[in-house]
């Protein structure tokens, strides 16, 4: 009897624990993370008898969790690549919004300051059509900024939520330390914790939501979590943090740091994965060069436009006035240049734009080992040649050309040697959209009218024509209206055997026909006539002029309905000035303003496009691979109720088992009495 007690309690106690393991599986359904578990039996050692081996019950020897490795490592994974791309999508969203918006966008400004400037060419001497110029021009040059201001607010949010990622990466990494100590102690005694081991799992999940991370198992149950390229930053029950601070080269722009102990390294551009990982790719692969791109553009539309309207005369006969600030202004040049915080100099060098037409969308770095300099452009790595380099002396202006002999557009101004090891960012275009401005504010001062006109002698006894002049090469813009004026009037008379003489007898100096050649009369002649100091005209002579018929090139005093410069003007929306590689001749190589921004847009929408989808390739693997650790480890109620009534009756039937065992003994004792 008392070998059946005892099998009875054993089955009792077994079932117990089994009820006591489904009820535990089933309050927590719905614990993030948990794993069902299950009661392991085995026999008891049977006991020998004459008649052989009688067993003795069973008994509890594990409580085994449903566990994965590889499908949690899954789980992990997919989380992290997730959330990577759904913090890049959720960017890049309102980026493509801002700038392929109707109302938000660049391309709506563009058209309309270029439509004022159309309608303005087709009645020059019209002080409103002047003035709608003006205030497109202002309106074209606040939506620049306003743009950027949206731009420079959403990198402002990035570098709040780094910080704020940051934070909950170090809370959960000590919480995961935490739980190491708690394991490596539960587990000394040969048995796992479960219940730790699944919080310790959630835990690791749920920091992969916030950056990627390489798990290693231990001997100790303990489980090592690397980042970046193999930064430990969590060692049993150690741990080590993510720091988030301003860059060094450029403090607008936090970067991640990897803290240990009192160590600290930088580690931005390697770490991946999770909300960390897609705010840093992002900002790497759109928000910068988004910025730099649409700098570019408004470097390029207030260069082009000052530059062509210096070139013309206004209404009061004067050089054309700037209708855009100067970019180069001393204070917006010492902003392009930031020195790295660990500089043990203090130099401040200006970077000064030269050729906005040839600028790229990239910045560069800048360093000096004590006696040359060594630059980078940091888009793709390319090392630059720096001229003069070193320099004979200070103060010194630096130039910069790609292993293709490209220039950069840029210089640098530097008064001084900077200290051994001294660090430079260079950003030419990252501010030119903030920086435009429209300052002109008198409508008369807007030079539409080119500088040289032409005509000929009312005496001419032929049909000779000559069309107006055209300056095709402006010594400097603005021009020199007085040394252009001092070379006119020109006249030039036809000696009748296809030769223009002043006086007779002599060719007109600076003149050639393109091509070379003599007049022909009755075909189109082209005509260049260079007036000194590096200003060239060019214009035709037509028709059949007779022998003394003079034509008069003279500086265009008073042209106040001249358009020529403004539909120079007009030209520049579809003239290719922007991205220009100047070591390519022959063709043309750059994109208008239109297309400069519509390449912008388009490859912000494709970017936008590939997170959209690669969300949804993402999301269903994530989904997928959920469902397969679900399958696995996930608590199911009809499973469980199930297994409540078949342990009920287990529990039943080993009572019945005791209760037997009872009335056996009782009726032995009685039999004695």
């Not at 032929?462 to 006249?491: E, K, T």
């Amino acid at each position: 009897m008392a070998d059946l007690l005892n099998i009875g309690l054993s089955g009792l106690s077994a079932n117990k624990t089994a009820l006591s393991v489904t009820g535990h599986n089933i309050s927590n359904v719905n614990t993030p993370g948990f794993s069902r578990q299950d009661s392991v039996q085995a026999t008891r050692v049977p006991q020998f008898s004459g008649a052989g081996y009688i067993g003795s019950g069973t008994t509890l020897v594990d409580i085994r969790r449903s566990y994965s490795e590889f499908l949690t490592t899954q789980v992990r994974s997919s989380t992290a690549l997730s959330s990577d791309v759904e913090a890049y999508k959720s960017q890049i969203e309102q980026l493509d919004s801002l700038l392929a918006g109707s109302t938000t966008g660049i391309t709506p400004s563009l058209q309309k300051f270029f439509s004022s400037l159309q309608t303005a060419a087709e009645d020059p001497s019209n002080i409103p059509a002047r003035q709608l110029v003006l205030s497109e021009a202002e309106g074209l040059a606040r939506r620049f900024n306003t743009v950027y201001d949206r731009i420079n607010e959403q990198n402002e949010f990035i570098n709040k939520q780094m910080v704020a990622v940051s934070d909950q990466v170090n809370r959960l990494a000590t919480s995961i330390a935490s739980y190491n100590d708690a394991i490596a102690v539960a587990a000394s005694n040969g048995q796992q914790p479960n219940d730790l081991l699944d919080a310790r799992e959630e835990a690791i999940r749920q920091l992969s939501t916030y950056v990627g991370v390489t798990v290693v198992a231990q001997d100790d149950s303990s489980v090592n979590l690397f980042v970046g390229s193999g930064q430990p930053l969590v060692v049993g029950s150690t741990t080590s943090r993510l720091e988030v601070v301003p860059g060094q080269g450029d403090p607008t722009r936090f970067e991640v740091n990897f803290v240990s102990g009192g160590s600290s390294q930088g580690i931005t551009s390697l770490i991946t994965g999770g909300e960390l990982g897609g705010l840093i790719r992002y900002r790497a692969e759109s928000l910068d060069p988004t910025l730099n791109s649409l700098g570019r553009l408004a470097l390029a539309v207030s260069d082009q436009v000052n530059t062509q309207l210096g070139e013309g005369l206004d209404l009061k006969g004067q050089v054309g006035t700037a209708l855009f600030g100067d970019f180069n202004d001393a204070a917006l040049a010492a902003l392009r240049v930031r020195a790295f915080s660990t500089n043990t100099g203090n130099v401040q060098p200006a970077l000064n734009i030269t050729d906005s037409s040839v600028l790229t969308t990239s910045d560069y770095r800048l360093e000096y080992d004590g006696t040359q300099y060594q630059a980078r452009r940091l888009s793709d790595g390319a090392a630059l040649t720096v001229s003069p380099n070193p320099p004979g002396a200070y103060p010194a202006t630096l130039t910069f050309t790609d292993a293709a002999g490209r220039d950069q557009g840029f210089e640098l101004a530097i008064d001084s040697a900077p200290a051994t090891g001294d660090q430079f960012l260079l950003q030419p275009t990252r501010r030119g959209a903030t920086s435009i401005s429209a300052v002109l504010d008198q409508p008369d001062q807007l030079a539409f009218a080119a500088p040289v006109r032409a005509e000929a002698e009312l005496q001419n006894s032929g049909n000779g024509a000559i069309s107006q002049p055209d300056l095709i090469a402006a010594g400097s813009s603005p021009i020199d209206a007085a040394a252009i004026s001092a070379a006119l009037p020109v006249a030039l008379i036809y000696d009748g055997a296809g030769t223009f003489e002043n006086p007779p007898g002599t060719p007109v100096t600076g003149l050639t026909r393109v091509p070379a050649g003599a007049f022909v009369p009755g075909q189109l002649n082209t005509y260049e006539l260079d007036l000194g100091g590096g200003n060239r005209v060019s214009f035709t002579i037509s028709g059949r002029p007779e022998n003394g018929d003079s034509f008069n090139l003279d500086f265009n005093t008073n042209g106040v309905s001249d358009n020529r410069n403004a539909l120079k003007l007009v030209d520049l929306q579809s003239k290719q000035t922007v991205g220009v590689d100047p070591t390519v001749t022959g063709i043309d190589t750059g994109v208008s303003f239109t297309d400069g921004y519509g390449d912008l847009v388009e490859r912000v929408g494709t970017l936008t496009a590939q997170a959209r989808q690669d969300s949804e390739a993402t999301g269903a693997i994530l989904k997928q691979a959920t469902d397969n650790r679900d399958a696995l480890a996930g608590v199911n109620l009809d499973e469980e109720a199930a297994n409540l009534i078949k342990f009920e009756q287990y529990y039943n039937a080993s009572a019945q088992v005791i209760q037997v065992a009872r009335s056996l003994f009782d009726t032995l004792i009685n039999s004695f009495r």
